[in-house]
């Protein structure tokens, strides 16, 4: 059974960096499609990054420059770094991990930018 933890997230202000993980239990972890997504109340769930096992990335376009997605194999967990934070980065995120076409997702971590 794979499970996922989010963390790091919190109040920033605009412009502000944060750094959110997501650690994994399970293997092979390396072999995992891993995505982050972010939603607000009425709102669709967004794709917001997405790295493959052999560290290809891709981004929504909006947020390419900003954001960054990364993966660290020996840890089992999945970054995202956030920079230049706008207030239409308010959101909770969630950690989405696909293995052997299952979907897993973590419990979410809330992020709000404000003054």
């Known amino acids: 059974q794979v499970q996922l933890v989010e963390s790091g997230g919190g109040l920033v202000h605009p412009g502000g960096s944060l750094r959110l993980s997501c650690a994994a239990s399970g293997s092979p972890f390396s072999f995992w499609y891993m995505r982050w997504y972010r939603q607000n109340p009425g709102k669709q769930r967004e794709l917001v990054a997405a790295i493959g096992p052999g560290d290809t990335t891709t981004y929504s376009d909006s947020l390419k420059g900003r954001f960054t997605i990364s993966r660290d194999n020996a840890k089992n967990t999945v970054y995202l770094q956030m920079n230049d934070l706008k207030p239409e980065d308010t959101a909770v995120y969630y950690c989405?991990?696909?293995?052997?076409?299952?979907?897993?997702w973590g419990q979410g971590t809330q992020v709000t930018v404000s003054s």
């Open positions: 989405n991990a696909e293995s052997n076409s299952d979907r897993y």
